[in-house]
């Protein structure tokens, strides 16, 4: 007969397995760092180890963010929080604790191109929105900043006049300086890979309409100073290819209908002297990669130096670095389960949801105690024993089938007492009692009527700790069970079915 499925012992082994992995696979060496891309624990080409070589060797400290940015809401030091090459959906609770550390004067870089960056970027939006109206622009060189938000365009940014080896991989020759801003006028290339490009959402005061376009338009003293697509530019002979897939495959004909011109991947928002964080958002994580990084002819690790900097005005040289909506790259998702950061960030993404509430943060333990003791296994007693099912077996007596039903579930207390209550039951008939014996009484009569058969000191020893047990429904183990009943049938044997 197949066992029936047991869902509760099923969940108690998943979470076994969940937080024994990370210890034996971090213990034995079996995982792999390098199967995340972006991560500053990746040695490999799209690792970022090399970003956080350089960024130590100038006085930063990283601190990776494994669990949710949940963490965010109990940090102190407002540092700068890196989100690189996110691919894991960032859920409500985290866009609220992002919010509240850009509020509390924190920084932070969103460097995507066809990730999960717009989930956030829309909190963005409404975070700088009551911001802008309060910044003196003046200070800044302009009169009007008609920017009502921002994303990440996720089509392809492709230029076949400045690139390296290919169109996708376009090599970024024009730099600006937007008010507010870093310093980018020393840099002379930086080269990206398969990078998007940044969209604006203008807003026409005149017509009162908001509208999507790859460029703002800035006004000085009432005259136009130009288009400004972002602080690094692609040249003017770019365009944006919808069909990602086939320009993986090499189809790079522009097609009608196409973006095509000037498009900016990075935008520096400098919203320190507004009493909140910077924010810089880049549509290509791949210029902060090893691969690029350590590119000698290129300016990637210059420009990754100049923006934390900038990012870091406050100076807590301190990097909240999220490594938790990092996943593994195509074709090497299946190694994932060998990296023990992902059984760790599972775990750790349960708790944090739970303790960043104060209301709900004491609560977590009884929260965990209850869920953990409804799924475990409870000692099972023995099932209903009917009499129809022992009279459908005339052969066996309802003693003899009861016995067997105790031991079958291992209830030896329940067996010892009911052979006991025989053994009292045939003294009573034997000797005409008809009020209750115990073990006092049971070692008078042996005492009277079988002087020398037995060792009374042993026998009474035998029959207190047999009440004890059936009394205090005490467990007893096997070896003690047969024990006593062999213990128990010598006294039956030799008191019962003899003759005095």
Known sequence: MARKFDRNAFILTMIFIIFCLPILLSVTRIGREETRQFSIYNTGWDGTSTLRTQLESQG?????????????????????????????????TETAALAYYIMRGGSVIIADDFGRANDILGLINSVIAPFLNN?????????????????????????????????????IRSFHN??????VSGLS??????????????????????FWSPN???????????????????????????????????????????????????????????????????????????????????????????????????????????????????????LSIFDPFSYISMYLRYVDSFTMFPLLAPLFP???????????????GPSPLLMTKIKQRRSRSFFAAKMVWYLNYQQFDNAVDLLYKRVK?????????????????????????????????????????????????????EEEFTDLVLKIKDLEDNTTKSNM
């Open 366 to 380: 009884f929260i965990a105690f209850i869920f953990l003791r409804r799924r475990y296994p409870k000692t099972r």
């Open 425 to 477: 039951r045939r003294l009573q008939k034997k000797f005409g009692i008809t009020e209750d014996i115990n073990s006092d009484t049971i070692i008078e009569l042996l005492d009277e009527h079988y002087p020398d058969k037995f060792n009374l000191k042993e026998v009474d020893k035998t029959l207190k700790r047999i009440e004890f047990v059936t009394q205090k429904s005490r467990k007893i183990s």
């Open 178 to 183: 937007i008010p507010g801003g870093p310093d």
């Open 216 to 334: 703002i338009n800035l006004y000085v003293n009432n005259e136009s100073v130009g288009s400004i697509n972002g602080m690094l530019q692609s040249s003017n002979l770019g365009w944006l290819e919808s069909d990602i897939a086939a320009a993986r495959e090499g189809d790079l004909l522009r097609s009608s209908g196409e973006w095509n011109g000037t498009f900016g991947i990075m935008l520096p928002l400098g919203l320190a002297g507004a009493g909140v964080g910077n924010i810089l958002i880049c549509s290509d994580p791949s210029i902060f990669i090893n691969e690029l990084m350590e590119q000698p002819t290129h300016d990637n690790a210059q420009l990754a130096s100049i923006l934390f900097n900038w990012l870091d005005f406050n100076n807590s040289r301190t990097i909240y670095y999220d490594e938790s909506h990092l996943s593994s790259a195509q074709g090497r998702a299946a």
């Open 60 to 92: 930063f400290e990283f601190h990776p963010i494994i669990s949710t940015l949940n963490t965010l809401t109990r940090v102190d030091t407002m540092g700068v929080l890196a989100l690189i090459g996110p691919t894991i959906f960032f859920d409500p």
């Open 189 to 210: 290339s930086v080269i990206t890979s398969f990078p998007s490009s940044i969209s604006f959402l203008g807003y026409d005061a005149e017509d009162d309409r908001t």
């Open 135 to 171: 910044i003196n622009l003046s200070a800044l060189g302009i009169e009007s900043f008609p920017l009502a938000g921002i994303k990440i365009n996720q089509s392809l940014l492709c230029d076949p006049l400045s690139n390296y080896i290919s169109p996708v991989m376009p090599i």
